[in-house]
């Protein structure tokens, strides 16, 4: 065979090769990473979509149930996801997320979020340190005072335990729509990082105060109750989805949801909470562009209004 054929040979072969390494791989190809937002107080990067484990977690000891969260931790690791949100009031939500956590060699990305739910105040130091010890953590990136409880006491020491270098982040959390007219109060006067509020395209009050006031404070808002702990998805689910669904890369009703929440420029991050790998994975795919912009959030909002 001549020296031509020989090269003509090698260059076909390594044609080949390379399709078939391409063909081999391209399943296995990772998704891309989650968009992500900034803490306003420091710059960190967070995705928009993380993990919330209000009821959803709080499975005792049914070691199947314990086994199916430790997959979609595990599944939301996997995704690029990073904040995790929990409180002592969850159950054992806490133990349930420490175990995964455990099971995955406790993954360097988390940014772990718990909450101090106690009066008196005097009881939040021993409530804090078993909330580490169910977590398997040895501190928590965003410590928050849960609904407001005993507030007045707790925020001096969750800032002692910030500067010296215990916890990275202090917040305040509400959910469904209550005491909004303190949290602003509090968010007016108080150097917290963040703030938790209920907010989905039916739950939207904080647009008018709370939002505004967070971008001029430079507050971070974690939005809790996206789905309105499902009944807002089993709604909307008797009704297909509208044409503009597809115009922002959306195949389910979730996705169009997390979509209308995350993009609005002064939320940083989303918490849904699920028990399904496969709604981890949808949600978390909600973080990426295209997102809704402004003209066409009112008309998601409009449309989801009218069903």
Same mark, same amino acid.
């Given at each position: ?27 296995? $190809?990772?998704? #891309?990473?989650? !968009? *992500?937002?900034?803490?306003? %107080?420091?710059?960190?990067? &967070?995705?928009?979509?993380? =993990? ?73 130091? $021993?409530?804090? #340190?078993?909330? !580490? *010890?169910?977590?398997?953590? %040895?501190?928590?990136?965003? &410590?928050?005072?849960?609904? =407001? ?73 974690? $939005? ?84």
């Amino acid at each position: 065979m001549s020296d031509r054929m020989d090269a003509r040979r090698r260059r076909l072969l390594a044609a080949m090769t390379v399709t078939a390494a391409t063909a081999v791989c391209a399943p296995l $190809a990772a998704a #891309a990473p989650p !968009l *992500t937002r900034r803490v306003p %107080a420091t710059g960190e990067a &967070l995705p928009l979509v993380g =993990l919330g484990s209000w009821i959803t977690f709080n499975v005792g000891n049914d070691r199947q149930a314990r086994r199916e969260c430790a997959e979609v931790v595990a599944a939301f690791f996997a995704a690029g996801g990073r904040m995790i949100d929990s409180s002592p009031m969850y159950g054992s939500s806490q133990d349930v997320i420490g175990s995964a956590l455990a099971g995955l060699g406790m993954p360097s990305a988390l940014f772990s979020a718990d909450k101090v739910w106690t009066a008196p105040g005097s009881r939040g130091p $021993a409530q804090i #340190a078993q909330s !580490l *010890t169910a977590w398997r953590v %040895a501190r928590f990136d965003l &410590l928050q005072v849960h609904n =407001l409880l005993a507030w007045h006491e707790h925020l001096p020491a969750l800032y002692a335990m910030k500067a010296a270098g215990r916890i990275r982040y202090v917040g305040i959390t509400t959910s469904e729509g209550r005491r909004h007219a303190e949290i602003e109060q509090i968010m007016a006067r108080e150097p917290i990082d963040f703030v938790q509020v209920t907010y989905n395209v039916l739950d939207r009050e904080i647009e008018q105060r709370i939002l505004p006031l967070a971008r001029e404070r430079r507050i971070g808002v974690i $939005a809790n109750r996206p789905f309105r702990e499902g009944a807002l998805l089993r709604q909307l689910s008797r009704h297909p989805l509208p044409a503009w669904a597809a115009e922002i890369g959306c195949t389910t009703w979730a996705q169009a949801v997390l979509k209308f929440i995350v993009a609005h420029p002064d939320v940083t991050c989303a918490i849904p909470a699920t028990t399904s790998v496969a709604h981890v994975r949808e949600n978390l795919a909600a973080a990426a562009l295209p997102l809704p912009d402004a003209a066409l959030r009112r008309r998601i909002a409009a449309d989801v209004g009218k069903l």
